[in-house]
């Protein structure tokens, strides 16, 4: 099994610049996650879905928007692309959101906007 | 509000235990989770515990859990080079309909030959 496949692993953009990071799992979980990773914040997360057609915010929404219009793939825009959002940033699934299934990640996205 | 603790880094000899900690601040947490996560990847789950464990093994791995005092601490028994990673603890949240995680900055573990 592939797991949870993230593209691209890098990308530099430029400021006001938009892209999708793309997101797929092939384990048929429920619940899908957008984290960014930074030095001394840990991870932080973005966006999250407890299944297809269904998305909520998380702790640092703001200048991100996901869909999920099906269960494998959990697309992450970035609409205006800002120096802030320079990060690593990573997917996560899971079986539903019954406690101990953990979750699996992807490899990340590693993101440089100038 | 909920919160997460770990130390930043901790370094010991190759063959020799390793032992990290965490702190919680949050009681209601069912599951409590160490996650690994190598240079360059992402973060993989090496073990959990249900919060009506005090301890559980795993190989190389022992979770201990004394939960009057919101501690956590993941003990790997004869450490190697390959375990050099951050180890992330992570409390399972109970938010209503909605499952949160809240997460450690995470531990940098140097093994050293």
């Known amino acids: 099994n592939a797991g949870v496949t993230q593209t691209p692993k890098f990308q530099v953009l430029k400021t006001g610049q938009s892209m999708t990071l793309q997101c797929a799992q092939d384990?048929?979980?429920?619940?899908m996650s957008w984290y960014r990773q930074d030095p001394g914040m840990g991870l932080r997360l973005i966006h999250y879905?407890?299944?297809?057609?269904i998305t909520d915010q998380g702790e640092v929404p703001n200048g991100y928007n996901v869909s999920r219009s099906t269960t494998e793939d959990f697309p992450l825009r970035l609409l205006s692309a800002a120096p802030s959002q320079t990060s690593v940033y990573f997917c996560?699934?899971?079986w539903g959101q019954g406690r101990g299934y953990g979750y699996t990640f992807g490899s990340g996205t590693r993101l440089t906007v100038v | 509000g909920e919160d997460v603790e770990q130390s930043l880094f901790l370094s010991v000899r190759e063959g020799d235990s390793s032992v990290i900690n965490c702190t919680y601040t949050d009681s209601s947490s069912t599951y409590l989770y160490w996650y690994k996560q190598e240079p360059g990847a992402g973060l993989q789950l090496l073990t959990y515990i249900f919060s009506n464990m005090d301890m559980k093994q795993d190989q190389r791995l022992t979770v201990l859990l004394n939960k009057k005092d919101k501690h956590l601490s993941l003990r790997i028994a004869d450490t190697q080079t390959g375990d050099s990673a951050i180890y992330f603890c992570a409390g399972d949240l109970n938010a209503g309909n909605n499952r949160k995680l809240i997460w450690g900055l995470g531990t940098s573990l140097a093994v050293n030959p």
């Open positions: 996560a699934s899971s």
């Open positions: 384990m048929n979980h429920e619940y």
């Open positions: 879905s407890v299944g297809a057609g």
